[in-house]
Structures are given as C-alpha cells and as structure tokens.
C-alpha cells in the first residue's frame, strides 16, 4: 500500500483527504515514480470544485499533473530510463499528490535542478509551450499575458521573448517588479485594463494564463476570439474562445526544452513555497483565500 491524497467529490479543500491507495503497477511504457515533490497547477483547484466537469477524472481522484522523483519500477518495454534515474514528469491522467504515481511523460532531472523547481515545471513547461505554438505569434508581434505573474505566465513570457515577441504582462502590483524583471511591460489588472492595453499598441493574441473571468477583454482586445486561449476559464466557450487542453504528442519535447533552459540558469520560474504532501487541502485553502505570492509546492515524507 501507498498513500495519496483522494479527492473524495468535487467540493472544497475538505474534500481533499491524507488515505492509504493500491501501490500502482507499471503498464507498458510506463515508470513508476517515488514522488519527492508535486506541484499544485491553476486547474487542480476548479477541477476540485467541479467547475471543469469536461476533464475526466481517474476511478480514484488524485488531483496532480507534475511531480518529480526517482523511478523505482519500470513497465514492461519501457526503455531509455532505469530504476534510480531522478526525473520530472507530465501526468495526463493526474495522481500527483501521492507517494507512487505513474508516468508516461517525463525528463530527466538535472543535479543542479532541485526536486521543489523540478515538481514545478512540467505543468506550466507543457501548457507554456503549447499555447504559444497555438497562438503563433511571429517575431516582432504582440502577446498580451493575463496572469503574468503566474506559474505560466512566467515560463510563456519568457519563451515568447526569446522568440522575438513582445510581451504585456497584465499582472497585480505586487508583480509589476517581476513582470519588468523578465523583459515584459506590465499592465496593472482593474477596471480600465483594456484603455491601458492599447495605450501600448496593438495585440496580436491573448493568453489568459489566469482563468478569472478576463475574456470579455480579451477578445474585445483582439476583435477575435480564434486570437485568444485560456487555460483553465470554463466559460471559454460562452465567448467562442479555445479552452486548450495537454497535448500529449508534443509535451515530452516540451518538458526537454524548459528544463533543459533551467538547468543552464536561462529559465527563472516562480518562487515558491513547500508544504507537506498531506497538507493538500490547506494549499487550496491558502490559494483560494488569496494573498498567496508564491507557487506551492507539495514536498513528500
């Protein structure tokens, strides 16, 4: 037996429970990891509370879409990993808040990576990635980041000003500073948001990293909403707008590429805060109460 923290129906942080689960076993193409860290995403909250019904859940809730740790088990046919090899990996069907979780998707980690920053990344290296080929922006165009002072919008900002791409960063004064120190002009949030926006200039496309009901602007900011994605807003369809979802095609190249960019230092990710792995239920308490600046972390044993 194993322990992980089940979901035990869609509610609160409550719902939330420390219980003891089948230890899984490895399938073809799989490894089995010992978690060390597993980092809390944006969508595992509405997904608790049942506000995104449309992502199907596994028979026995475990909320978690990265962790990182070191394989102990492989599954048959598995190959290019040993049992001992220190890694981060993608979960597509979640289960990361657990002592033993199954992967398919997963990169190594470097010494010099630590397990809090390597449970950080998968989730955001994924979606930053994916949603800046959706949107295409070209060199020399206009991304504007809702949220880019979040998990994501830290990783897209920086991967779309590598690729030549000029980047507001709509953010809350307390991420002005952080918004700057990346290379991106900030936008302070509030009523009047879109007057600031084009007081800059023209946007090409819109990333709503935050999924807090900013739709609205951002498909009058770009007078179409095929030039709009959000990550996690459940009302994405009300506005014609693209609610994307893993792509589970791309995503080990996606993984490689930013960690590969936070083992040189050329990557910065949002600091971050640990909390025991069974304290689950008061990390979604702390989020959801606000004030939080920090990405939690939840740290095994």
Same mark, same amino acid.
């Given at each position: ?19 003891? #689960? ?15 860290? $597993? &980092? ?39 190959? /290019?990993?040993? #049992? ?15 002592? %033993? ?25 994924? *979606? $930053? ?7 295409? #922006?070209?060199?020399?165009? =206009?991304?504007?980041?809702?949220? &880019? ?17 000029? @980047? ?5 004064? %307390? ?11 900030? @936008?302070?949030?509030?009523? /009047? ?22 739709? *609205? ?12 994605? =959000? ?8 506005? /014609?707008?693209?609610?994307? /979802? ?11 590429? @930013?960690?590969?960019?936070? $083992? ?7 600091? %971050? ?7 689950? $239920?008061?990390? %979604? ?5 606000? &004030? ?10």
């Amino acid at each position: 037996m194993s322990n992980a923290v089940v979901m035990t129906g869609f509610g609160g942080p409550e719902v939330l429970r420390w219980s003891p #689960v089948a230890t899984p076993e490895p399938g073809p193409g799989q490894i089995r990891i010992k978690v060390a860290a $597993a &980092g809390i995403s944006p969508t595992d909250l509405p997904l608790r509370s049942g506000l995104l019904k449309a992502f199907a859940l596994p028979a026995v809730p475990v909320l978690g879409f990265e962790v990182a740790g070191t394989v102990d088990a492989l599954g048959p046919g598995t190959a /290019g990993v040993a #049992v001992g090899d220190e890694v981060a990996a993608f979960l597509l069907g979640l289960g990361g808040y657990a002592e %033993h979780v199954l992967a398919s998707i997963w990169t190594p980690k470097p010494a010099s990576v630590s397990w809090a920053d390597a449970a950080a990344l998968p989730s955001s290296a994924e *979606a $930053a990635v994916r949603t800046l080929d959706e949107l295409a #922006v070209p060199a020399g165009g =206009t991304l504007l980041v809702f949220g &880019g002072g979040g998990a994501v919008g830290v990783v897209a900002t920086q991967l779309a000003l590598a690729r030549g791409i000029k @980047v507001l960063s709509v953010v809350g004064a %307390h991420d002005e500073a952080l918004a700057l120190e990346l290379g991106a002009t900030p @936008v302070r949030y509030g009523p /009047g948001v879109t007057a600031r926006v084009r007081e800059l200039g023209d946007v090409d496309a819109v990333l709503d990293a935050a999924g807090k009901g900013v739709l *609205a602007d951002a498909v009058e900011l770009t007078g179409d909403p095929g030039r709009v994605v =959000t990550l996690s807003d459940p009302a994405a369809g009300d506005f /014609g707008v693209r609610l994307s /979802g893993p792509d589970a095609a791309k995503a080990p190249a996606a993984l490689e590429e @930013v960690m590969t960019l936070l $083992a040189k230092g050329k990557l910065r990710l949002r600091a %971050h805060r640990e909390l025991p792995m069974a304290d689950a $239920a008061e990390a %979604h308490r702390l989020l959801e109460a606000g &004030g939080v600046r920090e990405r939690l972390v939840l740290m095994a044993g």
